[in-house]
């Protein structure tokens, strides 16, 4: 529980959030209650034949009770998705940043992390923690009622809901553990994010077949675990209509024996159970998912304490350098790759690192954004630095949408001519139904290029800006980013760009575009 309280603390999830929700609940399930004891009171008393005017408030009250459950329903899932949903974004992005910062998170388990992990933990927010606040109010509300009309119904509903509330949802939960759908879930998003992401390379392996045949079976493991973790429910299903069956006879039962002549009392004692027990009618499924819940927050909170260690390691962000300086690297090791770095630019200097693969361009870059520890020597950058990664997500939705994510306010006009200066081919209405999928390898590099550009930030540190591309493409780019003023929000800005060439490594330093170029 620890993990899951962890976690709902970083998504901003305070306990008194919890308050309207519950309430919302509670006082549907409470008009429902009431409708079914005030019908039991309305059939008996109308049975005595009263004064009509005797039954018109009862009358009133049965519709207006009806009508406030509809409406209180409505303000229940209103009020308690609202805030699993709110809880869910807060949790995502604070998880996306960990990863980032925790490393050795691959594609497929970063997937399985930000998006089924952290929709367990925030949906024990409306599948768990609301279900049982709300049973808590209509347990003892009930309890409460059938006190007044008779102390040993009160027994009676009280064992009934130890039974209903407490037994099965322990046993539920113990069936529960002995199933793994989250592991066969999550093992089921990386084998098809294998399928979708690897498949030309296992194409040509040869073993392209196998592959997708290793997701049919995730898949199939999958939908068995699902199956294996819908049987407890089941199971508690049942014994919740037991329960509830058996309270109900018991308590008509005290009531005939115990009749003392008042039939307006006799229908109500009857009627009380039928509908109490409806709020523990979801409490197995709670404490289903409130297992799983604790499996993924405990993944989750693996990431999360490997992102503060790395942190730790790193000293926190990288030190400023003084005024004048852009970018300092003296001696410095990254902890990949044997490079040493040395560098000092200038703001609005440019600089171009090329070299062969594993020499450290990348743990370079995400050194100086404060991505990864410095190993050795000193390191220091300006505030606003940027990196724009190679393998940057490209969103399935228009071009301009891609594009606003770096800076949302960017105009049309800026944006129109970032494309044009990196050669991307569509126009800032263009969908991309399939996200990455829908461009060919050089236009998406064209289009993270352009988003780079229309960003604001000072210092822009670019991973493979020109890979993909044409020889000539790729110097023509080269030269804007080096020698020219750079189109998009910031004509004049710092850069560092790492290409990949076989030999070497060789470092370009340029000045600003007004001043003459140094190559060292």
Sequence with gaps: MSDLKFLLRI??????????????????????????????WLITRAWEMPPVLDLSVAVTAVRALGISRAVFRYLDRLVAHK??????????????????????????????????????VTDYIVRTLVPRGVAVVLTVV???????????????????????????????TRASRNTFLVEAENAFTLQLDSVLHDRVEYAVAGKGDALIEQAAQASADASKAWAQSTRPEATASAIQA?????????????????????????????????????AHGPLAGAAVHADQAKRSAHRLREVADRAEEATKLSGGPLPHPETGVAVRAEALRTVYGDQA?????????????RGPS?????????????????????AAIAEGARLFAEDAWVFATTVRENLLVANGAASDARMAEALEATGFEFGLDFMLANGANSLSSGQRRRLLLARALVSDAPILLLDEPTEHLSIDAAEHLLDVLLHEPLPGALPQRTVIAVVHVDGPV???????????????
């Design 242 to 278: 037991w329960a509830t069956g058996i309270s109900a006879l018991l308590i008509t039962w005290l009531a005939v024996e115990t009749y003392t002549g008042n039939p307006v009392w006799l229908g109500m004692l009857v009627m009380l159970p039928l509908a109490a027990f409806e």
């Design 83 to 120: 805030l699993g949903l709110r809880a869910l974004t807060t949790l995502r992005a604070t998880m996306y940043d960990a990863q980032a910062a925790a490393g050795r998170v691959g594609r497929g388990e970063g997937q399985a992390l930000l998006v089924a992990d952290t929709e367990r």
């Design 506 to 520: 060789g470092i370009e330093v340029a000045a600003s575009p007004t001043g003459p170029d140094a190559v060292s």
């Design 358 to 378: 594993g020499c450290g361009k990348t743990t370079m870059l995400e050194t100086l954004a404060g991505l990864l520890p410095v190993a050795g020597g000193t």
């Design 341 to 353: 770095w040395d560098f000092e630019l200038a703001p609005g200097q440019r600089m171009l690192v």
């Design 11 to 40: 998504a901003q999830v305070r306990p008194r959030d919890l308050i309207s929700p519950i309430i919302a609940g509670a006082i549907t399930l409470l008009a429902a209650l009431s409708l079914t004891v005030l019908s039991g």
């Design 142 to 172: 009930a309890i409460v009622g059938a006190a007044l009309l008779h102390p040993l119904a009160a027994v009676i509903m009280a064992g009934g809901f130890a039974l209903t509330g407490l037994l099965i949802p322990y046993l539920a």
